[in-house]
């Protein structure tokens, strides 16, 4: 009798709705900056605005605590793989290194979106992202035009192989060497790393050695923004030198009102999270998807802050979405 009501189920439930049903894993590259937790309230959104239309979408937002340790994110991935999770939206930490996991997961019938930095692969169904590049190029341009094309200029970097910083490490001297040739590049070469401590402590040396010939900063994310920030504090230099920040955040915003950063180039990280997620499940669905989407960056200095465009990158409601 049991099984006679089973097949009379199975008869009249419609067959679409186990496929409506995904089991997503979403893995960014850290899990402390604010940056992190505004794709994952956006990976929320997304989540609970795919539930209104049918859609059941279980989330799973895991990554590694600190963003220098590929080991984990590797680790991470591959766990997700041996779950057998329905897809996969991943910011790999190091262009090379997760280019194996993904290419694994892909084999194994496990779509991959890949957000925010991208991986040396075909493998991906697709890429959604800030043009960091073009961020780059604007933070120069910014700058230069504070400087009134002179002076000495410090660019500090993240780590190497996070394709997202170097893409804007690139686009930033592009457009310096380009077109601003009265300003000369004292150091372009130092690397924050993962932490705003190991950012405030690379900023301190810099500091020690060019603080006083430096009229220009640019530093490519938000901890390498923040280290600086705590560092030029630290030497009196705040609001003196001419600051330009990748990102935002409650430390950085807090540097803008105040008049201690100049202007920061900004990506919309919550709208990366809610592509992210609602690409993947487009992929899921079989439909056709870009294969590079584009998420936006602009630039916010204090006249502009409070602008309502402004408001979900500056002001994102992460409570709404990650209580």
């Known amino acids: 009798m049991k099984s006679l009501v089973f097949l009379l189920c199975a008869l009249v439930l419609p067959a679409a709705s186990a496929a409506e049903s995904y089991k997503i894993a979403v893995i960014p590259k850290g899990t402390t900056h604010e940056f992190w937790k505004s794709i994952n309230a956006g ?5 609970r605005e795919l539930a209104t239309q049918g859609v059941n979408v279980n989330l799973i937002w895991k990554g590694p605590l600190k963003e220098d340790d590929r080991e984990q994110q590797i680790q991470v991935v591959e766990n997700f793989i041996a779950q057998r999770v329905s897809g996969i939206v991943l910011a790999p930490l190091d262009r090379r290194g997760l280019v194996a996991p993904v290419e694994m997961a892909v084999r194994g019938r496990i779509p991959v979106v890949i957000i ?5 692969s075909d493998a991906p169904a697709s890429f959604v992202a800030t043009d960091n590049r073009e961020g780059g190029r604007i933070a120069a341009r910014e700058l230069g035009r504070m ?27 592009e457009v310096m060497k380009a077109d601003f040739p009265g300003i000369r590049l004292l150091s372009t070469d130092q690397h924050a790393g993962s932490t705003r401590d190991t950012a405030k402590r690379a900023a301190e040396n810099l500091l020690n050695r060019f603080g006083r ?3 220009g900063i640019f530093a490519c994310n938000e901890s390498s923004a923040a280290g600086m920030l705590l560092a030029l504090r630290d030497a009196g230099l705040a609001g003196k030198v001419k600051f330009v920040a990748f990102d935002s955040g409650e430390t950085l915003n807090a540097g803008l009102l105040a008049g201690d950063i100049d202007g920061m180039v900004v990506q919309n990280p919550m709208r990366m999270g809610y592509l992210g997620v ?13 294969p590079v989407i584009d998420t936006g960056v602009g630039f916010v200095t204090r006249e502009n802050f409070h602008a309502p465009e402004m408001a979900e990158i500056v002001r994102p409601p992460l409570d709404e979405y990650l209580k």
């Open 213 to 215: 010939q430096t009229d």
């Open 147 to 173: 400087l009134g094309g002179k002076g000495n200029v410090i660019m500090l970097r993240l780590m190497v192989g996070s394709a997202s910083t170097e893409q804007r490490e690139e686009g930033f001297l």
């Open 278 to 290: 609602k690409t993947m499940v487009a992929v899921l669905q079989g439909k056709k998807v870009e």
């Open 43 to 47: 990976a929320v959104k997304a989540q």
């Open 116 to 120: 925010d930095s991208g991986v040396e």
